[in-house]
């Protein structure tokens, strides 16, 4: 049986041992996808990662300079592993940690620059389209008027559904390695998702 990712339970569990993962790909090669994006934002933009789990995606950018970052997850256990792995690396803690479940939160007036994720929204999907849905409209309540969010998945289908209220194309195809040339190719993707309007500001100008 496949892992009960919808599940508290499975990812206490989970917390409860693990001190380091990183989803579909290491967090050095997300941040090369990141960079073209990050070269347009200053080092004080806010940034959000959703499901920050055991990932140390955060300390590489804190490492470009990066500090104003919220770091997001619905399991305790995982809010204080990436806290523990921030204070390992730096040998403090200036970022954010919060609880909270990524298809509904509320961040209050905070509109961050960036938003990552590296397969959460993958977690999310495994109930159907709705909590992917919700994830959306929870990100786009807190995105920047020209904010962005740079979500990495397995499915080249992930945000291929009706109502979802931000702009989404592919911006990169990962391939994953093959046990035999003869192997069909997979790819992780890399999705950019924007608000409309900033997306129709763009094409007026």
């Not at 934002?41 to 940034?47: E, G, K, M, N, Q």
């Not at 590296?118 to 990100?139: E, R």
Request: a negative charge.
């Amino acid at each position: 049986m496949p892992p009960e990712y919808q599940s508290k339970d499975y990812w206490h569990a989970r917390f409860g041992h693990e001190t380091s993962f990183e989803w579909l790909v290491p967090s050095a090669d997300f941040l090369k996808i990141l960079d073209p994006f990050l070269a347009r934002l200053p080092t004080t933009a806010r940034i959000l990662q959703l499901g920050c789990g055991t990932s140390d995606i955060h300390c590489l950018l804190r490492q470009r300079g990066y500090e104003h970052i919220t770091n997001m997850d619905y399991e305790p256990l995982a809010i204080g592993r990436s806290r523990d792995i921030e204070h390992k690396m730096f040998g403090d803690s200036v970022m954010s940690y919060v609880v909270a479940d990524a298809t509904d939160f509320n961040l209050g007036q905070t509109r961050f620059d960036l938003v990552i994720d590296k397969s959460t929204a993958d977690a999310v999907a495994c109930t159907g389209p709705a909590p992917v849905i919700s994830m959306t409209k929870a990100v786009k309540r807190c995105l920047a008027e020209d904010g962005m969010w740079l979500s990495l998945s397995f499915s080249a289908y992930r945000y291929d559904h009706d109502g979802m209220p931000l702009s989404v194309q592919v911006i990169n195809k990962i391939p994953t390695p093959k046990a035999k040339e003869t192997d069909p190719d997979i790819f992780h993707y890399c999705y950019l998702l924007r608000p409309m309007q900033s997306e129709a500001c763009r094409r007026s100008k």
